[in-house]
């Protein structure tokens, strides 16, 4: 396929790298149009505004991790039988995805929009945003079929070694939703809701370009013997992206607990709140993208039972992302502040506070950057050989530090307890996956198919 990539050929690092580089601008660019986002409500609407806006994060974040972890472990079948070489099984693990996002896009949109409620009065939300958190929220979880059908759709062009097809594509949707933000916001003074509005429609746009891509290249011309269900395909779908699922979903419930938490301390911690974790998700970016460059090597080479490449392209991603993180925590050290400045109305009563708050969150949250990457990289690494039960306890891990700051140590030691939640949750988890890595990689993996090794449901042949 055009733009794709063998990854079972060629220096482990030097593969891993390039194939990240692409992601990594799109995910920045993903991250900075959601930044952009916030900023213009943050100068367009205010201060409460913000923090309706970061009073909805996680909740929105349960359904888009899930979204997202279910594609990507869709995806790992697909790596894995491109890696076998076997195209009619390719196509076989495509059309069952497809499938699949198109019933749990559905469930997930019913689920979300129902929910909305009951949600926000269980984290606690305060009554001054409760309004705004709401018309936010029932715009985003409206359309998130074009979230699904988007990451989709990219996780299958990953899983070919394409990353410059999703970048090309975010890039369009960067550019959208900035400009719409700027519309609906700005000028039409649609509020939140306008800005919710205007993500969609991006993703909506992203979707589009990758869909046209992948019929134009013979990707989604299917047979009707394609479409016939195989058990065979439906499990392994299912084990590596349920897994991933309920990571995410352990990961998204730990984090709600604690926004609850975060939500009884006031519209400006939860705007500090906000802008940090904003910046968050553009420090974390970088190691997301590695981590999709990981998954696709490994499955790849897994699928080709070329082993001894795994243990070099792991050895490799690990000493990419501790330079990386260190690179990025340096910056944001001595640049954060300003940066930050930028989330804030300097006209509002409360900037002072919320910028003071923001950056003693985000100068924690870059002492422990590296063990993010590394968490990142060992959870990718097992992703890829259809290891679910280290991800599932790592989710369990970050789950666990979540609760004990929300539920105790916060009213022990207040807002520095909070800040410290997610450097710890990071730490927990990839603790639990060094373990889970020495045990899996620190072994000869020739011969021992994927369920062998973790008691889960990936395969590690095509289906009969």
């Known amino acids: 396929m055009k733009n794709g990539k063998n990854m079972t050929v060629g220096r482990p690092g030097r593969l891993i790298l390039t194939f990240a580089v692409p992601l990594i601008i799109g995910n920045l660019g993903q991250q900075f149009y959601m930044i952009v986002d916030s900023i213009i409500v943050g100068q367009g609407v205010g201060v409460k505004g913000l923090a309706a806006v970061g009073a909805t994060d996680w909740t929105y974040w349960l359904f888009l991790w899930t979204i997202q972890a279910l594609t990507q472990g869709f995806s790992i079948p697909v790596a894995q039988r491109y890696g076998m070489g076997n195209s009619s099984e390719v196509k076989k693990a495509i059309s069952m995805s497809i499938f699949l996002c198109g019933v749990l896009g559905l469930a997930l949109t019913a689920l979300g929009l129902s929910s909305i409620f009951p949600l926000l009065h269980i984290l606690k939300t305060p009554g001054d945003i409760y309004d705004g958190a709401s018309s936010y929220l029932r715009v985003m979880f409206g359309g998130l079929l074009a979230v699904m059908a988007y990451n989709m759709a990219s996780a299958i062009l990953r899983a070919f070694g394409d990353g410059r097809t999703p970048l090309i594509a975010m890039a369009i949707a960067a550019v959208t939703n900035i400009a719409l933000d700027l519309l609906f916001v700005m000028v039409f003074r649609f509020g939140i809701a306008g800005a919710a509005a205007a993500t969609v429609i991006a993703q909506a746009i992203a979707f589009g370009y990758c869909f046209l891509f992948l ?246 042949r095509p289906s009969p």
């Open 215 to 460: 019929f134009r290249h013979g990707i989604l011309k299917f047979e009707r013997r394609d479409w016939r269900p195989d058990g065979t395909t439906i499990r392994a779908l299912c084990g590596s992206g349920c897994s991933l699922a309920l990571t995410q979903i352990l990961i998204a419930v730990g984090g709600m607990i604690l926004q609850s938490a975060i939500n009884f301390q006031g519209a400006a911690f939860i705007a500090a709140a906000t802008a940090a974790n904003k910046l968050l998700g553009l420090l974390e970016s970088s190691a997301v993208s590695l981590g999709y460059s990981v998954t696709t090597y490994v499955a790849q080479n897994w699928g080709a039972k070329l082993h001894d490449r795994l243990k070099k392209g792991l050895k490799a991603s690990i000493f990419i992302a501790t330079g990386l993180s260190l690179l990025i925590a340096f910056l944001m050290i001595f640049a954060g502040k300003p940066i930050l400045g930028l989330f804030v109305n300097a006209a509002d009563e409360n900037a002072a506070a919320v910028l003071d708050i923001a950056y003693r969150y985000l100068f924690l949250m870059s002492c422990f950057l590296s063990s993010l990457y590394l968490l990142h990289i060992l959870r990718s690494a097992l992703q890829g050989i259809g290891c679910g039960l280290a991800t599932v306890l790592s989710g369990a891990a970050e789950f666990a530090a979540r609760v004990s700051v929300a539920l105790y140590f916060s009213r022990r030691f207040g807002q520095t307890a909070l800040m410290l939640a997610e450097p710890l949750a990071w730490v927990a988890a990839a603790a639990v996956l060094s373990v889970m890595g020495i045990l899996k990689f620190g072994r000869r993996l020739q011969g021992r198919p994927a369920d062998a090794l973790c008691g889960c449901g990936a395969e590690a």
